[in-house]
């Protein structure tokens, strides 16, 4: 018998936070988030998306030992915005167990249903910053630091229940150049005198403060047609460049000025934590603070987080200005590939800029959706 446990207490969040640690143990793929970051996204009484967001945690438990979780979310940004009353299943992890998963789900659904909502999909979180997509191609890919890795079977479980794709996101690969092409140096140049841009030459996190809410309004003008994606309140701004900004590299974060000191572009890269992260299990003590400034100083490969370019420069060579930039850092520093992460299929704008490098597509994940009959 399966028994589901709501979450009301900070201790069994914990319990919440730490059960994909067993599950995937000795799993080569899975890589662990960073135990802070996921308690200050998984407070109700720190982060500020449950101002906007109605918020479950659930554990599953068989025979008393616990064997699954997920969380049930309705954001009210979202519905205000798209029209459409979904609720969301998000840190969903489970044995391979379906009795298990479909308790889970229908604890979220029966939830979702008393609450007015006449659908579900998922996984994802809070606000478009958090992990989603369920992988669907790519077990046997190491997985990153922004986004979610699950077994093959979690796919299966969740359309076996009537869940349907709504979205896919796709990742790739890239191999660093050897050098920068001859073309690409060329239109760097005359991209910077036509338009009279620069690029930010930041030493230090502090000098991106400057820049933070600039990057993050620019998101929410040139995002606003994607995939479920909600504009953020300044409080959540607030949040996240708290958390994030003090520890990004500015080695591989790359924003685009114009001559009025504005944000025209930007794209956001950091050295790959997978397997720091995974030798420090997600900690920073004791131990786990040497893998992870080892892995920021001294890296082969580059995850890349975020990026956007302001519509009206789209077509002016911001996007290629920025990559040359980019890739110029990774070739002096030795980053020999990058993880672009998650780009939605429909994307292929984002898409293109693969082809101009010796790159794979490996990975997919996919947003599944289910309406209530």
């Known amino acids: 018998m399966i028994e589901i446990k709501e979450i009301r207490t900070k201790r069994e969040l914990k319990k919440f936070i730490m059960f994909p640690f067993k599950l995937y143990r000795d799993n080569p793929y899975w890589v662990p988030p960073y135990i802070p970051d996921e308690v200050k996204t998984l407070r109700w009484d720190i982060n500020p998306a449950f101002d906007f967001c109605k918020v479950k945690y659930w554990m599953a438990y068989k025979d008393g030992k616990p064997v699954g979780r997920i969380a049930?979310?309705?954001?009210?940004?979202?519905?205000?915005?798209?029209?459409?009353?979904?609720?969301?299943?998000?840190?969903?992890?489970?044995?391979?167990?379906?009795?298990?998963?479909?308790?889970?789900?229908?604890?979220?659904?029966?939830?979702?249903?008393?609450?007015?909502?006449?659908?579900v999909h998922g996984p994802l979180g809070f606000t478009d910053f958090d992990p989603e997509g369920m992988l669907v191609e790519g077990f046997e890919e190491l997985s990153t630091l922004p986004d979610i890795y699950n077994y093959p079977y979690y796919p299966k479980h969740i359309e076996a229940m009537g869940y349907k794709k709504d979205a896919d996101w796709v990742e790739y690969e890239v191999k660093v150049p050897d050098k920068i092409p001859e073309k690409a140096a060329r239109i760097y140049d005359i991209v910077v005198k036509k338009y009279n841009i620069r690029v930010l030459k930041a030493k230090k996190p502090k000098d991106l403060l400057k820049y933070g809410h600039d990057i993050f309004d620019l998101?929410?003008?040139?995002?606003?047609?994607?995939?479920?994606?909600?504009?953020l309140p300044e409080k959540q701004v607030n949040f996240y460049i708290k958390q994030y900004f003090p520890n990004i590299v500015p080695d591989y974060v790359k924003v685009v000025l114009n001559e009025k000191d504005e944000v025209v572009g930007f794209v956001i890269g950091m050295p790959s934590l997978s397997r720091a992260l995974q030798k420090a299990k997600g900690k920073l003590f004791p131990f786990?603070?040497?893998?992870?400034?080892?892995?920021?100083?001294?890296?082969?490969?580059l995850d890349l987080y975020l990026g956007a370019v302001r519509r009206d420069y789209q077509v002016k060579g911001v996007d290629a200005l920025m990559m040359v930039e980019l890739t110029k850092t990774c070739i002096q520093n030795g980053i020999k590939l990058v993880e672009t992460n998650n780009e939605l299929e429909n994307n292929l704008l984002v898409r293109a800029h693969w082809k101009y490098f010796e790159s794979r597509q490996h990975k997919r994940r996919r947003c599944y959706l289910k309406l209530f009959e």
């Open 219 to 231: 998101i929410d003008v040139t995002y606003q047609n994607l995939y479920s994606f909600t504009p």
């Open 288 to 301: 786990g603070f040497v893998h992870l400034l080892k892995a920021l100083k001294h890296n082969e490969y």
């Open 72 to 119: 049930g979310i309705i954001n009210d940004i979202y519905i205000k915005k798209w029209k459409n009353k979904y609720a969301r299943f998000g840190w969903i992890d489970f044995i391979d167990d379906e009795e298990v998963s479909r308790a889970l789900i229908d604890r979220v659904e029966s939830w979702a249903k008393s609450n007015g909502m006449v659908g």
